[in-house]
Every structure is written in structure tokens, then in C-alpha cells.
């Protein structure tokens, strides 16, 4: 990748992945992720599900090419704001400390027309580690209903394998199109 050269602490461009127009699983990373870097962050932009009525979700990669979707592989608690034309929205907390997956929204469906996407930014830290990885988002999309919703949310592993790399897809289907970049933030 190409590095900008701001001194410690600047985020090195590693990969990107697309996907337009076909289903599959999701938009994964399955190399890129090495000792390197302990923190590593997504940046998604405009990701689609190809059904309506669905959450945007990350698991993680162990091992040469295991997927982590065991149920309690994985603790996360979200707050999520969805504002409406009409009206203010209230946060509402969401948590699971038994998942297969990290939940970034929650109760609240993002569509697959036109316009009703997803984008944000997803950090991982300790990545590296033979301990937990840490994760935390932020998040805004369009729901099925046209309205802006606004997700927050933090979780971690419970288990402390090493992790290899991550995977981004729609909690009830495939997911039909969207771009996620990779980057890793120097150590110094």
C-alpha cells in the first residue's frame, strides 16, 4: 500500500474491496492483516444488503482462513438514533454478550433500493495480540423507510486468538454491493 508520511500515528492504506452488482456473503479481507499494525480500520462506504429489513454485521478471520461465527465468540452493546423527517428519534441501546457476530445496528433495517446504504468507520484494536481484539464503530445509514439512522456501538472477542482478518455482510442476506478500504495505523 501507499503510506502518507505524517510522522507516528498516520493510517497506512492497505486494501480495498468491492462488490457491485451480485450477491454474495459479504466483503471480506482474508490477507493485509500482519504484525505490522495492532490497529486496523474499515472504512465503508455505502454498503447494500439485497433484501430489505436488515443490520450491518462484522466477523473476524483467525488461523489461515477460519471465519469466527460461533454463538459467544463475540460481546457488543450499540446505540442507535433513527430521525425521521418529522421528528427526533430517541437512542436506543442494544447489547449481546453471547453473539456470532459484532451487530452494528441494531432494530434498525437498512434497505437495498436506491439510496439506502451504509457508511462509516470500524476500528480494531489488539488486533495483534494473543488477547482480546476491541472494536468500536460509528456508523450512518438510510432505512428502508428513507430515514437517517445513526449507530455508535463498541464490543470485543471473547476468545484470544490472533486475528487474521475481517469480513463485513448483511445479518438476513447477501450483500449486493459496496466498497470497504483497509488501513492500518503505524505504531510510530
Not at 499494525?37 to 482462513?65: E, F
Not at 446504504?117 to 489488539?126: D, E, I, Q, R
Not at 448483511?170 to 510510530?188: A, H, I, P, W
Request: hydrophobic share 35%; proline share 1%.
Amino acid at each position: 500500500g501507499t503510506a502518507n508520511n505524517f510522522g507516528g500515528g498516520s493510517w497506512t492504506f492497505i486494501a480495498e474491496a468491492n462488490l457491485s452488482g451480485g450477491a454474495a456473503a459479504g466483503i471480506d479481507f482474508t490477507s493485509g492483516v500482519s504484525s505490522t499494525y495492532d490497529c486496523y480500520m474499515l472504512h465503508m462506504l455505502d454498503i447494500v444488503p439485497t433484501d430489505d429489513a436488515n443490520m450491518i454485521q462484522v466477523r473476524v478471520y483467525t488461523g489461515s482462513s477460519t471465519l469466527e461465527d460461533d454463538s459467544g465468540d463475540y460481546v457488543w452493546v450499540n446505540g442507535t438514533n433513527g430521525l425521521s423527517a418529522t421528528g427526533n428519534g430517541t437512542v436506543t441501546y442494544y447489547r449481546d454478550h453471547s453473539a456470532n457476530e459484532l451487530m452494528l445496528n441494531n432494530a434498525q433495517n437498512f434497505g437495498d433500493n436506491a439510496g439506502e446504504n451504509t457508511s462509516g468507520l470500524f476500528y480494531a484494536y489488539n488486533v495483534n495480540s494473543a488477547g482480546k481484539t476491541y472494536f468500536s464503530w460509528d456508523i450512518v445509514h438510510i432505512d428502508e423507510g428513507g430515514n437517517t439512522v445513526v449507530g455508535v456501538g463498541g464490543g470485543a472477542t471473547t476468545f484470544t486468538t490472533v486475528v487474521t482478518g475481517f469480513r463485513v455482510f448483511s445479518r438476513d442476506s447477501n450483500t449486493e454491493s459496496g466498497t470497504v478500504r483497509m488501513y492500518g495505523l503505524n505504531k510510530s
